[in-house]
């Protein structure tokens, strides 16, 4: 099998949707159809150069680690192709992408559940080489098993490759995964939150192991992580992910420089400085937290919790709703409004408004106020707080477009502070 | 296989004493059958059917020692032989059963999809039929075919435990299918036979030999109660059900041998082989459980598995989940729940001296002296916290840090009095100028809540299900002020629920319809709802996401800040200890090694374990990793001296051999390093006083309730 | 709380229609087992027993002289107008013995279902809240003991005790000759209770204790074990702790935190235990020569009589569908968490 490797990227995405099925409970398991579908992804673009490191950062929900095995299919990508080594393997069948497989390889997060219980450290490393035919016989897969274990920092070897997993502690087990990923010598290799799950005095020693395994073997990575700090430092670009999107991506230099998205200026700001005269009382933290992808915020999905947020974001009728929960939290104001809105179960929300069927006159009133002290940032969006027939109240909200990503201070943005741009062309 | 066998014992080891013993008569009892039934011909006087010459209902006694029965047959020779029928039949209808299960469940949980849905139907239906009934309709539907015997009766039976083999089989497919190890098998490149063969069958496999001792014991009911109905195995074969049926009327006469001692054969026989599947389950099932699949309660005569599992696949992005993990290889100390074992009352030896009031200045909320904690491990006695002095002033704000396993936890929870069962605790606790030692175990309850609250890690699973978030309160407020009407107690859980901005339209709301943070917020909420004068938090964000973690530490900071609530701040994040905190204490090994204002700290770190881990922190700014070589010692048998002395660059002679007191430093900090002047003086502190003693989790049940 | 009803009869609508295929399943195994499979249940039934010509007639009669696909899909419907056929050796409409019996078999399990909790509740709860204390070990060995005893066995044991050494209680039957209450639920205790009869009451009661407790402890047996597996698993649950440590009586943590949530998954058990109930119930009343339908199985099984057999057979599932559908509906009522999902 000779590689010449393609020149240009080494893996592109274009499009990428990936989506989970949510089950309906008993009747969709009966069934068979799923009620609804979780978009992890949805509609990612992006290219990871030969030898760099590339990162995805996002918090938990972000569709980040399925992407990460959407890259390598693991799953199946809704939409959208991918490309590794100039070739699209979107399609491939399972038989067809086998010999891809040992240029491309995965690294877990959790390392014990990584290894195979029932299965030697010998074996579990030998067994890539048995599948791909890369070893004359089993001696000659153990021996290169041992040289790969000792290059890692297992050693001496021989005492490691006749035990099982769990006699290895935490550490040992992810210079083990790491070991079995790279016995194929592959170009590609995706880490998926190599050590989140080590402590923190280990985290550093697997790190500096993978830099230099990097330079050793001129690897390319895509690392995953949620730990903007680590990244900082292990990455040479990165994309910020919120809720299965691309919300900012260039050179990491750049993106930690000056921040465009204010997602990413929350995370930065949310990231605890091991420097106690580095205090940053003013930092403005977004709300809430990420939403259920199920059903993902319009417009830019990260309008519910920006701290700045204006009119044109997608502000819809739940948004409006929620905003009076969060007023309600003093409760006296809660005494006084509640009342007057009824319960919420009746309130009916859509994406451009919301119909109370009860509060009248004062609810209308009351709502006017808002609008007028800008009460919350879904107030900008309100056009217009109209009397129904009876006691009802509508409110109708200006409708956003999703943000398209924009170019910025040389990298990409997807954000309307930047100019209202309305992404288009997106799978739906 | 020999790391197997290893493993195996020291699982075996790991068992309770009790529980050993159980297994181990339970083996005996099989085994002893075992040999009965091989044996048979040798063991019994007489044939299984042979009667000339034996007298009528004979008595039991020196010739026939279980007597005889009406048609003059030698009872104790047809239990005898019925212990050979039965293994034949208990063998062939699980190895049928098995035979066919195992490959079907493997199919529908690996395949998934319509097979899957159609099986699954069938088989619950199946199983939810009596087991009873359906073994009788098989075997009556058999008669035409398959003449009365053992086959016959065998196939009957097999029919009930097919349903069990494919559930359990199939569930347990379904979670190993989901494992990152068999997505690893796959991402490198293995062939589907492959991955179903290597890493899920033999992973699967495991859960057999639980499911096989719990059917063989109920095969044997089953066998009896087909023989008893008139559908087992015919005479003159020797089946223990058949003969009791046959034995009624004798005993309405009177005449109980012929129908008591088949009975007690089937009694013993399956307690034996339940006794040993529990034991077995015992065993296994934690290799099981670690990786979260767990064959589920066995309960004799059903495996009670999670109803039909529909295992949707949300994506799982687990975020840091604070689990850490050290580089040193895993010991068996300090298990997650540490096994009881026989711990002499008071571990520490000595009887505690009566305590000595010693006076707390007025701005000190809480004041541990000595503080010992010891856990009782499989292995001995593990002091997971050893001798820890330290004082929170109102209002302020101390960070606990150091690696995992180094005692954080332990002392936050050994401050509340709230350890698990077998752990002892030792030394002065005093809270807001109570001394928490000389309290009643009512007291010292009423103190939680009242005077100190514990925030916990895990948000997700703190509160219980079945409550609204409001009754925790009023449960709470209630517990504490008796005389607050059901009224009062709301509104407080409103005021305290505002402050942490939960909207109030959900109070009424269940745990399981708040998200991550909002929980978080609730347990802080419900901490503070009495208003306690100090509040130990431990790893209170760690499972949370960056954002919301600074949320809720900014909720935390406003709140010591506002009231003269004292915090201890549990982390292993010194970024977070440098951003909230006053002042730090560092732990390593059970023992604090470093305390000080936080400023001076992280400016000029004098331990050398305090300035590793400040090296290896990942920061915004880092420009270079580091690491501290090595991992913390086994506390079982912690090294003389300095326990950091093995992992310090500058470790010297006197290190190895004297433990260094933790003594002041110039600019107020404290250290506990032989660099440092001071640390020679004798360790302080062997006056301890019991804190509580596990009666947090050991009493009132009894003495309350129940009398 | 409007939301949490509806979505707790959507739940309610999702287990009924998923209780369809199981019913489905159920009918047709029967009718494959003992209709399909033994060949001609007239001849296997009645053997040489009657000239070829009754014995026709009888096939004509029973309409087991149609297609098998006939007779399916008219088992089918009879089923669903709840007709469960004839029996060949008695010529009564099955319907009628069930309609007869039924009741007595109801008492019985209620009533063992009552010693089962009981017996199971108390011992398990015990037993885990002091953990590997001799209350503990005491409680799982009765657990496995009564687990491990024949039920018929045990029956019999206690006939020995009781009734023949020290004439305590009847040996078998329902009540004593004559003494049955005014019909009105069929159900000897309660009848006697509605109508006042005393003499009834007791005497239903006497006839009622061995056979409850037989069934009962057995059964019993088995909820030891659950609830104390489910029981350990709470007490050492997350919210378990954090009540103790919001200084909760510990009374109040046991009660209402961890013995509530261990009772969820025991009621989803007990659900399935009902089917072995069912099971037991066949032996008891088989031993106790109790007028349920397990006896009339029992006879009809003994007679190798078919159609009947399969009657009741179909009765039995019919009656587990309805207990499962009717167990699910409570575990979602008891659990939040369920209806929710």
Redesign the interface.
Known sequence: MTTDPAPGPILRLRGVCTQFPVRGGFLGSLVGRPSAWVKAVDGVDLEVQPEEIFGLVGESGSGKTTLGRTMLRLVEPAAGTVEFEGRDITHLSEADLRPLRRRMQPVFQDPHAALNPAMTVGDAVAHPLRVHGLASDRADARRQAADMLERVGISPPGAFLDRYPEDLSGGQKQRVVIARALITRPRLVVADEPVAMLDMSVRAKILELLLELKREFGLTYVFITHDLATAKFVCDRIAILYLGRVVETGPAAAVYAGPQHPYTRALLDAVPSPDPTHRNPDRRLPSGEVPDAVDPPGGCRFHPRCPDGFAPCGWEGRDLVAALEERWTDPATFEAECDMVGPLSAVQVSRHGVVFPRGGDALATLLGRLCEEQAHRVFTAVTAVERGGGERVEVRLQEGPEPALQTVENRLVACHLHGVVARDGVLS | MNARLVRLRRLWRTTHPTARRLMVAGGVITGLFLLMAVFAPWVAPYGEAQYRGLPQLGRPGADHWFGTTNLRYDVFSRVVFGTRLAFQVVILSTAVAMVIGVPLGLVAGYTGRWVDRVLVLVMDAMYAFPSLLLAIVAAFALAKYVGPGVPAAAISISVIYVPQYFRVVRNHTLAVREETFVEAARAMGAPRRTVVGRYVFFNVVQSVPVIFTVNAADAILTLAALGFLGYGVPIPAAEWGYDISRAIGDVANGFWWTSFFPGAFILLLVTGLTLLGEGINDIINPLLRRRGVGVGAVAPGAVVVERSATVATPELDAATVGGADSEAPPTEAVPLEPTPVDVPAAAAGAPPPPPVPVPVPADVALSVRDLRVTYASARGPVVAVDGVSLDVRRGESVGLVGESGCGKSTLGRGILGILPGGATATGRVVVDGVELSTLSANERRKARGEKVALIFQEPMTRLDPLQRVEDHFVETIQAHRPDVTRREADAMAATALAAMRIPLTRARHYPHEFSGGMRQRIMIALGLVLGPAVVVADEPTTSLDVIVEAQILDILDDLRRQSSMALVLITHNLGIVAQTCDRLAVMYAGHIVEEGAVGPVFSTPRHPYTQGLLASVISLDTERLSSIPGSPPDLLDPPPGCRFAERCPFAMAVCREQVPALAPTDDGSKVACHLYPGADERHSGQRWVPVGRRDDTHDPLLEGALQ | ???GGGSLRA?VL??L??AV??LF??LT??FV??RV???DPVT?TLGGRVSDARADQIRHDLGLDRPLWRQYTSYLADVAHGDFGRAITTNRPLRTTIADRFPATLELTLAAMVVAIGVGVFVGA?AA????TVLD?GG??L???L????????G??L??LFS?QLHWLP?GGRIAPFQEPRSITHLYLVDALITGDWAALGSAFRYLILPAATLGMVIG??FI??VR??MLQTL????V????????????V????AF??AL??VV??VG??F??L???A??TE??FTWPGIGLS??QF??N?D?TA?QGL?TF??LF??GV?LLIDVVSAW????IR??
């Open positions: 709380m409007a939301s739940y999702a287990r229609l998923l295929p199981m399943i159920l195994v029967t087992l003992l499979a033994p060949g296997a015990l809240r002091f953990r590997d070990v799982r060995m657990g496995i003991l687990y491990a005893a024949p039920i018929f066995w045990l019999i044991m006939q020995l023949i040996t047996g088995i074990r659950l597996v489910n050492k649950s997350d919210y702790e954090a009540a103790r440590a919001r200084g909760i009586g510990e009374r109040r046991l009660f209402n935190h509530r949530n969820v998954p989803t058990i399935l235990q089917a072995l069912l099971g037991g066949v032996l088989a031993t199985l029992y099984l003994q190798r078919y057999v057979v039995y599932a587990v569908v499962s008891v659990d939040p968490r929710f999902q």
